[in-house]
């Protein structure tokens, strides 16, 4: 791992460098004052992960980014970003990763540690030029992860904190607000509150709801779909949680919200529709989708739901967890085959026609609620 630090001693004190190249035997890691400095040994030698600051001396950290993404478009891009000032919109749409100054060791660490797993989980260096090259990735759903790293640090965090965290963003506590009283979320009155949202709904509904409204918010590729795309993830996201014990519903409900953001992506294809064997060489959606998520920093359980959702047999876990219940709710949402061999391989293929009852019911309720509301 080829690791590049960008920028002056007010970003990387000195003995920082060092000392993160003492963590790992396996990391090669450099250092740039600058961005010319840094250019020119990007395009001297491969990178796998660069580190900007916010500022450097002879030129703005996003011309540093896309230079970047030019000379070495496999190269993971992550940017710093100083307290109390957030990173120009040329920089959100270059950056894969951001993470705050001053920079610890362990959160360098955690960063540069889960960009190592992606690599080796997703080792298609076609897969990474190609996602690297792309203009304008879809940006971190920033509101979402700082409601989770709100909550790393308080577990203890009441109702009205966490709406007044969400409501920072007036555009996307609308839509949450919206998607509370959709058909899947709706139970009684109106809810026309975020505080009532979090009382009623729960915490982890409405953390999949913020990153449900982000998500989907983003500028979609020509032909795709947004509103169906976003009406089959909270339909298989009220799936897979429903098909997992209560210490993983989370993280299955999460995956199969985000099972789809592959097709977001421009010159991506859609695996539904087109076979692997495909002219164009481009990458299908699923492994695009889980090499985006795995830039945005999302836990490698999710990442490898994302990934092999067609095909669960690949997934590391041979019991039926995460990548299963993704593949049947993402398969039931789209009314798509589902590998029954596989389930019966797990143990769980008696559970599937509860699970298609279930996706029908809820399918219907959607439908009934739309014909009521158009």
């Given at each position: 791992m080829r690791i590049l630090f960008v920028g002056g001693n007010d970003s990387f004190p000195p003995g920082?460098?060092?000392?993160?190249?003492?963590?790992?035997?396996?990391?090669?890691?450099?250092?740039?004052?600058?961005?010319?400095?840094?250019?020119?040994?990007?395009?001297?030698?491969?990178?796998?992960?660069?580190?900007?600051?916010?500022?450097?001396?002879?030129?703005?950290?996003?011309?540093?980014?896309?230079?970047?993404?030019?000379?070495?478009?496999?190269?993971s891009r992550i940017a710093l970003i100083a307290a109390g000032q957030p990173p120009p919109v040329r920089v959100l749409s270059l950056a894969h990763r951001f993470l705050p100054l001053p920079l610890g060791e362990e959160l360098l660490l955690e960063a540069v540690g889960s960009l190592e797993e992606l690599r080796d989980l997703l080792g298609?260096?076609?897969?990474?030029?190609?996602?690297?090259?792309?203009?304008?990735?879809?940006?971190?759903?920033?509101?979402?992860?700082?409601?989770?790293?709100?909550?790393?640090?308080?577990?203890?965090?009441?109702?009205?904190?966490?709406?007044?965290?969400?409501?920072?963003?007036?555009?996307?506590a609308a839509k949450v607000l919206q998607l509370c009283n959709s058909a899947y979320f709706a139970a009684g009155r109106t809810i026309t509150d975020l505080r009532t949202a979090v009382t009623r709904l729960g915490l982890a509904t409405l953390r999949d709801l913020v990153l449900a409204s982000e998500v989907f918010a983003q500028p979609?590729?020509?032909?795709?779909?947004?509103?169906?795309?976003?009406?089959?993830?909270?339909?298989?996201?009220?799936?897979?949680?429903?098909m997992l014990p209560d210490a993983s519903a989370e993280l299955g409900a999460t995956a199969a919200l985000l099972a789809d953001i592959g097709l977001l992506l421009?010159?991506?294809?859609?695996?539904?529709?087109?076979?692997?064997?495909?002219?164009?060489?481009?990458?299908?959606?699923?492994?695009?989708?889980?090499?985006?998520?795995?830039?945005?920093?999302?836990?490698?359980?999710?990442?490898?739901?994302?990934?092999?959702?067609?095909?669960?047999?690949?997934?590391?876990?041979?019991?039926?967890?995460?990548?299963?219940?993704?593949?049947?709710?993402?398969?039931?949402?789209?009314?798509?085959?589902v590998d029954e061999d596989y389930l019966q391989r797990a143990g769980v293929l008696d559970r599937l026609p509860a699970w298609r009852r279930l996706a029908d019911e809820l399918s219907a309720r959607s439908t009934r609620a739309d014909a009521q509301t158009a």
């Open positions: 920082f460098v060092d000392l993160v190249a003492d963590i790992d035997d396996g990391w090669e890691v450099h250092r740039a004052a600058d961005g010319g400095a840094a250019s020119a040994q990007a395009a001297a030698a491969a990178l796998d992960v660069v580190v900007v600051a916010p500022a450097l001396p002879d030129m703005p950290a996003a011309t540093l980014l896309g230079q970047i993404r030019t000379l070495r478009p496999e190269t298609n260096p076609v897969l990474r030029e190609h996602i690297g090259r792309i203009d304008r990735l879809p940006s971190p759903p920033q509101t979402y992860l700082a409601l989770m790293h709100a909550l790393e640090a308080d577990e203890d965090a009441g109702a009205a904190d966490i709406a007044r965290l969400v409501a920072g963003d007036p555009a996307i979609a590729a020509a032909g795709a779909d947004r509103h169906a795309l976003q009406q089959r993830a909270l339909l298989a996201s009220q799936l897979a949680r429903r421009p010159t991506v294809r859609d695996e539904r529709e087109q076979a692997p064997a495909d002219a164009s060489g481009a990458p299908g959606h699923t492994e695009a989708g889980a090499y985006l998520l795995g830039l945005w920093g999302l836990p490698m359980p999710i990442i490898e739901a994302v990934a092999f959702q067609r095909t669960p047999a690949r997934s590391s876990t041979r019991s039926f967890w995460v990548t299963g219940a993704v593949h049947v709710a993402t398969a039931l949402a789209a009314d798509a085959p």
